[in-house]
């Protein structure tokens, strides 16, 4: 009998695979997913925290069905809805910001920073994108060409791009973190103070990079750069915002407010939803110049205004708060054969970073890493990693205190595992992972 899986690779482009085990899934609740066989997995992904409220969230089936059975249109290109208008005044109103302000409306995190890129370009009469290495805005357009972990593969960057060094606590290159910060300020500073930066762009955490927590003060410190060079900073928050690191925006850590935010996965419950929020000089012009025809329909629409207004009526970033803590303290706690393979765990709320490491207890793994998310399948949990050696763990922000210590339990025992030799080669080798 041919599986998905085997349908799967007859039928679907490889070009859109990130694969590191053969998932096959049917169905979801919470943050649980179902296999064909009725197997159940505990998901710590939340597909790459699109699926942020979990799955088959109440308040979103509510919104869809809701919004599906009369709905005004198919998009917001050449009429205006509820939803839509209300998406972006409920943005308006979450997010921190002065003066006049548009909210940019698209399908996914790509298109809402290439718009943002693109418009930074126009306004300012600048071409060049300020980003950093190993960072991560998009699969398309300009979004692609500064995002350092396509660079890192063989992409080519943005003929006007420039990229910064980006903090790691865990691995400071220059003997000191503060060092570090030091250089990638003044790289900074070197580079807008020769009038040709458009914007810069920034992860508040380094997510496919690795899942970089940089130093406390680091985006204040950025800000106030671009501030002294009338440089608008922009904050992408695709994957790291909406109540994940324990706060509403994980900008707040920093306490600034940034020119502008993107965002994307979550705010869309598992529908193509994006949104940019910044100035109304900068997302108003040139009219027609980002046109996507379903862009800001009634259905995403809907379920993004009842993603937002459950994130904070149930005071989601709270319990991601409390639940991340829980988990982290957890796994730092592992003390199986593989504990000392366990090089860093690091985080904020529900975005967390194990880092493995090799026998020296420094050097990067990433065959271990490979065989560690393969034997976590197996066990039942779905994760991934990121940056070659670090599983990021991104549950449903629904995610309780005795999910999460499963979790812990069943990811410090894929480490013992792999460890032991239990994983074998010829099975981990047909999924390249990134």
């Not at 998406?87 to 809402?112: C, F, K, M, T």
């Not at 040709?196 to 997510?207: H, K, Q, R, Y």
Request: include cysteine.
């Amino acid at each position: 009998m041919t599986t998905l899986y085997e349908r799967d690779a007859r039928a679907v482009a490889g070009v859109e695979k990130l694969r590191f085990f053969p998932l096959e899934v049917v169905s979801g609740t919470g943050s649980t997913l179902v296999e064909p066989g009725g197997r159940e997995l505990l998901d710590l992904s939340a597909t790459w925290t699109a699926a942020g409220l979990g799955h088959g969230h109440p308040a979103v089936v509510e919104a869809m069905v809701k919004a599906a059975a009369a709905p005004p249109g198919a998009g917001g290109l050449s009429a205006v809805h509820p939803d839509s208008v209300g998406l972006a005044e409920d943005l308006l109103a979450l997010v921190p910001g002065e003066g006049e302000r548009r909210v940019y409306l698209g399908h996914a995190g790509s298109d809402a920073n290439d718009v943002v890129l693109r418009a930074c370009r126009h306004l300012t009469g600048r071409r060049t994108v300020l980003a950093f290495e190993h960072s991560y805005h998009g699969g398309v357009g300009v979004a692609m060409g500064v995002s350092g972990v396509h660079v890192d593969a063989g992409q080519a960057a943005d003929p006007d791009a420039a990229f910064l060094p980006y903090p790691n606590p865990f691995r400071p290159v220059r003997g000191t973190v503060e060092e570090d910060v030091r250089h990638c300020l003044d790289e900074a500073e070197r580079h807008l103070a020769g009038g040709t930066i458009a914007c810069l762009i920034v992860e508040p955490i380094l997510s496919d990079g690795g899942l970089v927590v940089p130093p406390d003060g680091f985006l204040a410190r950025l800000q106030d750069l671009c501030r002294r060079h009338g440089v608008p900073m922009v904050c992408d928050e695709v994957k790291m915002g909406l109540g994940r690191p324990g706060t509403l925006h994980a900008f707040e850590h920093d306490g600034v407010v940034p020119d502008v935010v993107t965002f994307g996965k979550v705010i869309g419950g598992g529908l193509p939803l994006s949104a940019a929020v910044g100035p109304a000089a900068l997302l108003d012009e040139p009219p027609a110049s980002a046109l996507l025809t379903t862009a800001g329909n009634p259905i995403c629409t809907a379920v993004g205004r009842a993603v937002l207004r459950t994130i904070v009526e149930e005071e989601l970033p709270a319990r991601a708060a409390r639940t991340g803590a829980v988990l982290q303290a957890a796994l730092r706690a592992a003390d199986g054969r593989g504990a000392d393979r366990i090089g860093d765990v690091r985080g904020r709320g529900l975005a967390i970073g194990l880092e493995l490491v090799g026998e020296d207890g420094v050097t990067p793994d990433p065959r271990l890493a490979a065989q560690v998310v393969y034997r976590a399948w197996q066990l039942g949990a779905v994760v991934y990693y990121v940056g070659g050696n670090v599983l990021e763990i991104t549950p449903p922000l629904v995610l309780t205190e005795d999910e999460a210590a499963r979790a812990a339990e069943i990811i410090a025992t894929a480490i013992d595992d792999a460890v032991a030799g239990l994983v074998k080669e010829e099975d981990v080798a047909p999924y390249a992972g990134w």
